[in-house]
């Protein structure tokens, strides 16, 4: 909001007009605080002296602004007041902000004057988007998208109702709860009390009187009044409660004179008041009369809102039979008036209703309603229409073939911006109908999403038309792409449950152009979501929109290309689909993802996608939109060999860990000085502090606690726990697929696996925002978790460790040899991944891992023996035949730590308990040995001297 006041550095002058309630003060505090000198904050009637104020102007903390709060017209009324003065003397040296209720009465164009920068309560109106953002960010109070378009409509954005409809949240009872959509309970005393105090003091008790009366209408005359009321005097009244109150906005007019409409909130208030007068009845009889009043004056659309205000069934239905139901029920919000109670009464009224169901998307409801009208009356052709429009989801006029919306988006999607913008001005183009609005929306939705640095300013004024028809299924696609425009995780999400919903009530066309906004804001910061884009393939096939089909095809080509899929098949599709549709934008794109999947062909591929782009009037390039990672990054990825530990078939992509033997051969950049226990997460690094658990269970956090593989497909995550158990090291694609899809053909598994790849990459990237590619990088045809020397599983930190204590006990540091053997221990939970069950790509990294540790344990407890610390021998022992239960020299440490520490009992039992195990054996015997053997090689005996690779390989 601040922007809109930035054009007073260079026209000198500015004026903020609203009413009451809207954050004019708020609006203009935010503006001083931001200015870099003083800005004077004065009120009509203690004006400073301006050539006081001009000297003021230089030095250290001089005079950068002046505001003029709460200007009045009796208070300028006279245009060479002090007022008028101190702007001709100040606005070309200092910028001067006038805030008042109403314009200021005094000649704003007069030749003294700048040209002024005019905000008003439009600009000052929270839009829907906006008011989930204040809900989350300042009231810490989370809305859903429905709420708050619910809210944008009961309050019109204004900020003083908004506040009291939080203050009501959380005043509401427990018995309210499930129903977050509806009006809180406490919302209506809460908003009468502050217009009573704030808006309607000044009035007197008849002028009170017939402004609740004229609330019968939505749009007050005085015409229309003296025909109410049966007077002939309301033109007076009117024009003084217009003065007084600053939410009546007069300024429509026709031929029958000055038209009112007054503020929804305050609207609402008075219906309120008139039902504690007149009672229920009375009311309703008000409203009749007001609806036999309107469709005198040939105001259909107000009669149809007056007969609902009534519950006069017989009288609405009377009247759609009459005129037919698209003009009795054309004004906003009849939705909601034409309730299912009325419905319920007539067939005219259910089929009005499943119209208006239809034009808000609600496809299943508008069933209903059909079918309630068939078992009403035994005419089926009366419903054929509607059954038609109905069962096909397609949203009446906004959508429906030949409409000017339909066209300007087939254009869009067919050709591009530059011709369906050329059809918008031909056609539609301005048009104030709901069919020119959905093609204007597309467009201004358009523009943002590709360069969300444009602002936000088109759609505003989109959503303003939006708002005054009443056309609350387009305002849902306003605030979806406004949301999601910039990418956000969080609130890219809270989109997409907002589709979800549309889907559930039947709105396929809704949650698809919803969704859409999504995919493209992901596309256009470089992180597509291949899964989204595969499933808006499907979603417009099935809606018979094939160049909509063909942009997601494109877009789910360059996506698949932009995540490093190494083939070229879904490039090649999207191309055909395209080029049979007579798409040139798509197929611009589509050339683009060919491009990057064949590169000996790139540069004359690139050369047909910018060709293509020009003749279709494509002016952006999504194929630019990837977010390389930086060139160090880069290199080193590409520098790194495809295959490692020897492997030469291509196909055998896993490094086999060190074997205890080779504990001596790890790279020195690894040895450093170990804490007596490990730490919760790695050092900080590229990754942020990742950290990956293995042992005992799978686990994923970032040092933070933000982000969450919650969204993450089990099957990608079942690709990533076999990543992780490799980390560092590339696992070719072709492993991973005999692994995770062995009964696919090998292009279906691979897609698979592409899908898998794209997803977990979208789940890490909450993670590690900006690195997610880099942590799950592709090298040739293989990929590999978190390349480098960076160590983000427990696997790796334990291998280490292990590597560190064979250090230790070669340097003779048995301090540092008995720390690293115990953080290692430490890091060893149970078994490795535990719920992977008998996975064969699993298993042998299992029980590897297990005898590393029983062996680790077993060298822990001879060194703590050497040093006659008996308790910890114990201790460790223990731990290593729980571990290793069929390792002898762990039992005879235990037997020989227990006969140390001076506790025969314990030995014996310990004696007992091997002998057991023995005999398990078929061993009838124990064998004899020295108590003090040899320090045990932490090693599994049946692979002593060779290399144990951790997944099998082909």
Request: aromatic share 4%.
């Amino acid at each position: 909001m601040l922007g809109r006041l930035g054009g007073v550095e260079t026209h000198g002058l500015a004026v903020v007009v609203a009413p009451v309630g809207y954050g004019k003060t708020t609006l203009l505090g935010q503006w001083s605080a931001a200015r870099p000198g003083t800005v004077r904050w004065c009120t009509p009637l203690a004006l400073p002296d301006a050539d006081a104020l001009i000297r003021d102007c230089g030095g250290p903390g001089a005079l950068s602004g002046v505001v003029i709060d709460d200007v009045a017209d009796d208070q300028v009324r006279r245009p060479r007041g002090r007022l008028v003065r101190l702007i001709e003397q100040l606005a070309p040296t200092v910028p001067v902000i006038l805030a008042a209720r109403r314009m200021p009465a005094f000649n704003l164009a007069r030749h003294e004057f700048p040209h002024p920068v005019v905000v008003t309560a439009r600009d000052l109106a929270f839009r829907t988007w906006e008011i989930t953002g204040l809900f989350a960010d300042v009231y810490g109070d989370a809305l859903g998208a429905e709420e708050a378009l619910t809210i944008a409509e009961r309050t019109d954005g204004w900020a003083a109702s908004l506040r009291l409809w939080h203050l009501a949240r959380r005043l509401r009872e427990r018995d309210e709860e499930e129903d977050r959509d509806a009006e809180p309970g406490a919302f209506g005393g809460l908003l009468h009390g502050y217009l009573d105090r704030e808006v309607l003091s000044a009035l007197g008790a008849g002028s009170r009187r017939l402004l609740a009366r004229s609330a019968a209408f939505d749009c007050v005359s005085a015409q229309r009044l003296d025909l109410l009321l049966g007077r002939q005097d309301c033109h007076h009244t009117l024009t003084r409660i217009a003065r007084k109150v600053s939410l009546v906005d007069a300024s429509a007019s026709s031929s029958d004179g000055p038209h009112y409409r007054y503020h929804v909130a305050l609207r609402r208030n008075l219906r309120s008041e008139l039902v504690h007068e007149l009672g229920v009845d009375g009311t309703r009889h008000l409203f009749a009369r007001a609806a036999e009043v309107a469709e005198e004056l040939g105001d259909l659309g107000e009669a149809g809102a007056a007969r609902c205000r009534a519950n006069d069934a017989p009288g609405l239905a009377a009247l759609i039979e009459r005129h037919g139901p698209s003009r009795v029920t054309s004004n906003p919000g009849t939705l909601d008036l034409v309730t299912t109670a009325l419905s319920r009464q007539h067939p005219a009224i259910a089929l009005a209703r499943a119209d208006l169901l239809l034009h808000e998307g609600r496809a299943h409801e508008a069933r209903r309603e059909v079918s309630q009208a068939a078992q009403l009356v035994a005419r089926p052709e009366v419903t054929a229409e509607v059954v038609r429009r109905a069962t096909s989801g397609q949203i009446p006029v906004t959508l429906e073939p030949g409409s000017p919306g339909a066209e300007a988006l087939r254009l869009l999607a067919q050709q591009g911006p530059r011709h369906a913008k050329q059809a918008l001005t031909r056609g539609a183009g301005g048009a104030d109908e709901p069919g020119g609005l959905m093609a204007e929306l597309a467009l201004a939705a358009l523009d943002v999403l590709v360069d969300p640095a444009s602002g936000l300013t088109e759609l505003e004024r989109v959503d303003d038309h939006l708002r005054t028809h009443g056309l609350r299924w387009l305002r849902r696609l306003a605030h979806a792409v406004a949301r999601c425009c910039t990418a956000e995780p969080q609130r890219c999400a809270e989109v997409l449950r907002l589709a979800a919903a549309r889907e559930r009530l039947g709105d396929r066309w809704g949650a698809a152009l919803i969704e859409s906004s999504v995919a493209l804001a992901l596309l256009r910061h470089g992180r597509p979501d291949a899964d989204l884009l595969e499933r808006l393939c499907e979603r417009f096939r099935l809606l018979g929109a094939p160049a909509l089909e063909a942009w997601a095809r494109s877009a789910l080509a360059l996506a698949s290309a932009q995540d490093d899929v190494p083939d070229s098949d879904v490039a090649t599709s999207a191309v055909a689909f395209a080029q049979a549709g007579g798409a040139p934008g798509p197929l611009a794109v589509a050339y683009a993802a060919l491009a990057l999947s064949k590169p000996d062909l790139r540069a004359e591929l690139l050369t047909l996608a910018q060709a293509t782009a020009r003749e279709g009037g494509l002016t952006c390039r999504p194929w630019t939109w990837s977010r390389d990672p930086a060139p160090a990054v880069r290199d080193a990825h590409r520098s790194r060999p495809v295959t490692a530990g020897g492997a030469s078939s291509g196909r055998s992509a896993i490094r086999p860990h060190a074997a205890p033997g080779a504990f001596d051969a790890v790279d020195a950049s690894a040895r450093a000085a170990l804490p007596a226990a490990p730490p919760a997460h790695p050092a900080a690094g590229p990754w942020g502090g990742l950290a990956l658990r293995c042992f005992g269970t799978f686990a994923v956090t970032a040092r933070d606690g933000a982000g969450s593989l919650a969204g993450v497909r089990p099957i990608a995550l079942t690709v990533l726990r076999m990543l992780a158990v490799q980390a560092g090291s590339p696992v070719h694609r072709d492993v991973i697929v005999e692994a995770q899809w062995p009964e696919l053909r090998e292009q279906p598994a691979l897609h698979n696996l592409h899908v898998s790849v794209s997803n977990l990459r979208r789940g890490l990237e909450t993670l590690v925002p900006g690195h997610s590619r880099e942590l799950l990088a592709r090298q040739g045809q293989a990929y590999v978790l978190a390349p480098g020397e960076e160590a983000v599983t427990d696997l790796q930190r334990f291998d280490r460790l292990l590597a560190e204590a064979s250090r230790c006990r070669r340097a003779g540091e048995r301090t540092g040899q008995g720390q690293a053997l115990r953080a290692a221990l430490g890091l060893y939970a149970g078994e490795v991944l535990p719920g992977d069950g008998a996975a064969e790509w699993v298993v042998t990294v299992r029980e590897h891992y297990r005898l590393l540790a029983a062996g680790a344990a077993a060298q822990l407890a001879q060194l703590e023996l050497s040093r006659e610390h008996s308790a910890a021998a114990v201790a460790a022992a223990q731990r290593s035949v729980q571990i290793d239960p069929w390792r002898d020299s762990s039992w005879r440490t235990l037997i020989a730590a227990h006969a140390q520490a001076g506790e025969p009992a314990e030995s014996e039992r310990a004696k007992q308990e091997y002998a057991a195990v023995l005999a398990s054996l078929g061993i009838s015997t124990m064998p004899l040995g020295p108590a003090h053997a040899a320090p045990v090689a932490a090693q599994p005996r049946a692979v002593t001297g060779q290399r144990v690779s951790r997944v099998r390989t082909a």
